[in-house]
């Protein structure tokens, strides 16, 4: 049993209120794939700055790759990981290679390490883990219903009899 915890709704509400950019490591040009989804909601429904980290691609949704963390022109305040869990140590390493700035060190739907978690807050990351930033956002922001989260056909009432 992990005794590591996500930030309650209430910080990760004022995590993403105070991001203002946001690095998508991982991020792939394909539309099928969960962090070409998560770049579209991001790009439409926020105010965010949002850059794409893949080596392997040169555009995602119309805007400009760039192969690591480190060729980013800002120093993103979050940065949101679509990297398979073997892959998060060096996704930190190069996280906290970055200049002063980084705030969030986020993990997707799927992604828990606790040893990488607690080495990203000793570094004084706030760190979120197994969590979509779209669905958070949408969360907070009223937009569930727009992916079809909330779509009132399940609920808790009883009918009229």
């Given at each position: 049993?992990?005794?590591?915890e996500n930030?309650s709704?209430t910080?990760?509400?004022?995590?993403?209120?105070?991001?203002?950019t946001?690095?998508?490591?991982?991020?792939?040009p394909n539309?099928?794939?969960a962090?070409?989804?998560?770049?579209?909601?991001?790009?439409?429904?926020?105010?965010?700055?949002?850059?794409?980290?893949?080596?392997?691609?040169?555009?995602?949704l119309?805007?400009?790759?760039?192969?690591?963390?480190?060729?980013?022109?800002?120093?993103?305040?979050l940065?949101?990981?679509?990297?398979?869990?073997?892959?998060?140590?060096?996704?930190?390493d190069?996280?906290?290679?970055?200049?002063?700035?980084v705030?969030t060190?986020?993990l997707?739907?799927g992604?828990?390490?606790?040893?990488?978690?607690?080495?990203?807050?000793?570094?004084?990351l706030?760190?979120?883990?197994?969590?979509?930033?779209?669905?958070?956002?949408?969360?907070?922001?009223?937009?569930?219903?727009?992916?079809g989260?909330?779509?009132g056909?399940?609920?808790?009432?009883?009918r009229?009899?």
């Amino acid at each position: 049993m992990s005794s590591w915890e996500n930030p309650s709704a209430t910080a990760r509400q004022k995590i993403l209120r105070e991001t203002r950019t946001v690095a998508m490591v991982g991020a792939s040009p394909n539309p099928a794939r969960a962090s070409n989804f998560v770049g579209t909601y991001l790009l439409a429904s926020t105010s965010y700055d949002v850059y794409f980290v893949n080596p392997n691609a040169t555009e995602i949704l119309g805007r400009p790759v760039y192969k690591s963390l480190a060729d980013l022109p800002v120093v993103p305040d979050l940065v949101d990981v679509f990297r398979r869990k073997e892959d998060l140590p060096a996704v930190l390493d190069d996280v906290l290679a970055l200049p002063a700035g980084v705030q969030t060190f986020w993990l997707q739907f799927g992604l828990v390490d606790e040893v990488v978690a607690r080495r990203a807050e000793a570094a004084g990351l706030q760190v979120v883990m197994d969590r979509c930033l779209k669905v958070e956002h949408a969360r907070f922001h009223g937009g569930l219903h727009l992916a079809g989260f909330d779509t009132g056909v399940i609920s808790s009432r009883r009918r009229e009899r």
